[in-house]
């Protein structure tokens, strides 16, 4: 059974920081593309990153580029999303998302999911 659990979600001010995790079980880690999904309330599900299998590719959307960085693990089974100079803009819901193969910003690429964590940015 696939899990992927994230964490690292929590509150913070514009201009400060946040680490997500992301620890997937039961698949071959290393065979996945990892991306990092949002979601918030008034919107739909966005892409935010994605990670290559073994990290030499990153790719990121524009709205976040040079502010985030993904990054990923093997050893350990953990996809990473460092969250630099945060917005109230980034505030959703972070979901983590495996694809088999090769991933991209297309969603519907991704088999599994996280239940995600929630990022509050407060001005």
């Known amino acids: 059974q696939v899990q992927l659990v994230e964490s690292g979600g929590g509150s913070v001010q514009a201009g400060g920081s946040l680490r997500l995790s992301c620890a997937a079980s039961?698949?071959?880690?290393?065979?996945?593309?990892m991306g990092w999904f949002r979601q918030a309330p008034v919107t739909g599900r966005e892409f935010v990153a994605a990670v290559s299998w073994f990290g030499r590719s990153t790719y990121y959307a524009d709205s976040v580029k040079g502010r985030f960085t993904i990054s990923r693990g093997n050893a350990k089974n953990t996809v990473y999303l460092q969250m630099n100079s945060l917005k109230p803009e980034d505030s959703a819901v972070y979901y983590c998302?495996?694809?088999?193969?090769?991933?991209?910003?297309?969603?519907?690429?991704?088999?599994?999911w996280g239940q995600g964590t929630q990022v509050t940015v407060s001005s």
């Open positions: 998302a495996a694809a088999r193969g090769s991933g991209s910003a297309s969603a519907m690429q991704y088999s599994y």
């Open positions: 039961g698949l071959t880690f290393s065979s996945y593309y």
